[in-house]
T-cell receptor, first 117, second 115 residues
Framework: AQKVTQAQTEISVVEKEDVTLDCVYETRDTTYYLFWYKQPPSGELVFLIRRNSFDEQNEISGRYSWNFQKSTSSFNFTITASQVVDSAVYFCALSEAGSGGYQKVTFGIGTKLQVIP | GAVVSQHPSRVICKSGTSVKIECRSLDFQATTMFWYRQFPKKSLMLMATSNEGSKATYEQGVEKDKFLINHASLTLSTLTVTSAHPEDSSFYIC???????????FGQGTRLTVV
């Protein structure tokens, strides 16, 4: 069974601070995919990143960076110099590369980030 | 990226009535679509997997007769909440996966309120 844990339910930071959102996952598969999604107040899910289990390279995209560590089963997300527009709920998710033609995505409970001006 | 359109974005219906939510993949064919439900301040819970041309696969605890799923074409899946009750009020969101691709694209979601 797959499981995603986001221990931080809510985080508040002051604008321009850096913030890291934690994600720990559990899976028995050796091939799997990890995701981060952003859900602004409007409700839609915005795809941020996908990482497969064989690629442990960290990734940076603008103010966003991700740290994937298989040894600790973690896929943490850091926002540098946070902005008010970053305020949203962020979901970490896991998809195992199962058979049968589909791989369902399991979401963590989400971390609500509030960036205070 | 691929676009998934969900309609309506908001719907209010009376108890006892049925409401249909559509999920369309606009620029790709999706043999598989997923339906999720999100309770307030909760995560997204997978309700069912919709397979084109066959019956949907429901997750444990989801009532098949309550939440009817039809995946009639490669670009359209519908979720019908039958005999709606106030406890069915929730945010429903669909996703579609590109063939040969593990990335799932999500619709905008539908906020259902049953009064």
């Amino acid at each position: 069974a797959q499981k995603v844990t986001q221990a931080q339910t809510e985080i508040s930071v002051v604008e321009k601070e850096d913030v890291t959102l934690d994600c720990v996952y559990e899976t028995r598969d050796t091939t799997y995919y990890l995701f981060w999604y952003k859900q602004p107040p409007s409700g839609e899910l915005v795809f941020l990143i996908r990482r497969n289990s064989f690629d442990e390279q960290n990734e940076i995209s603008g103010r966003y960076s991700w740290n994937f560590q298989k040894s600790t089963s973690s896929f943490n997300f850091t926002i540098t110099a946070s902005q008010v527009v970053d305020s949203a709920v962020y979901f970490c998710a896991l998809s195992e590369a199962g058979s049968g033609g589909y791989q369902k995505v399991t979401f963590g409970i989400g971390t609500k980030l509030q960036v205070i001006p | 990226g691929a676009v998934v359109s969900q309609h309506p974005s908001r719907v209010i219906c009376k108890s006892g009535t049925s409401v249909k939510i559509e999920c369309r993949s606009l620029d790709f064919q999706a043999t598989t679509m997923f339906w999720y439900r999100q309770f307030p301040k909760k995560s997204l819970m997978l309700m069912a997997t919709s397979n084109e041309g066959s019956k949907a696969t429901y997750e444990q605890g989801v009532e098949k007769d309550k939440f009817l799923i039809n995946h009639a074409s490669l670009t359209l899946s519908t979720l019908t909440v039958t005999s709606a009750h106030p406890e069915d009020s929730s945010f429903y969101i669909c996703s579609a996966r590109l063939p040969q691709n593990t990335e799932a694209f999500f619709g905008q979601g539908t906020r259902l309120t049953v009064v």
